[in-house]
């Protein structure tokens, strides 16, 4: 089993930039993909990007080529999401999940564990 904890969230003004961290415990890492998914008020959860722990493989979302960064940090057991220029269409509580495979674009109905999730509003 795999233990996620979103940090990072918080309240920031249109135009500003946040890390968001995902601390993961209880299981090696190598063989799965860590992903970040948001939902936004009213709307379904959607996926933003992924990393393969082993490979550093990554895929982003169409919304998230151009602000997003998604990396890891092996000392720390941890996946982060840059996240510069924000705007409103970003306030959304911002999930990690974890699944074991290979596939960085994988439906977010495969992913197994997921962690409570980090707010981030966005003031205009």
């Known amino acids: 089993q795999v233990q996620l904890v979103e940090s990072g969230g918080g309240l920031v003004q249109a135009g500003g930039s946040l890390r968001l961290s995902c601390a993961a415990s209880?299981?090696?890492?190598?063989?799965?993909?860590l992903g970040w998914f948001r939902q936004a008020p009213g709307k379904e959860r959607e996926f933003v990007a992924a990393?393969?722990?082993?490979?550093?493989?990554?895929g982003y979302a169409d919304l998230a080529k151009r602000r997003f960064t998604i990396s890891k940090d092996d000392a720390e057991n941890t996946v982060h999401l840059q996240i510069v220029n924000l705007n409103s269409e970003d306030t959304a509580v911002y999930y990690c999940?974890?699944?074991?495979?290979?596939?960085?674009?994988?439906?977010?109905?495969?992913?197994?564990?997921w962690g409570r999730g980090t707010q981030v509003t966005v003031s205009s």
């Open positions: 999940a974890a699944r074991l495979g290979d596939s960085v674009f994988a439906a977010m109905s495969l992913y197994d564990y």
């Open positions: 209880g299981s090696s890492l190598s063989g799965y993909v």
């Open positions: 990393i393969k722990w082993a490979d550093r493989r990554i």
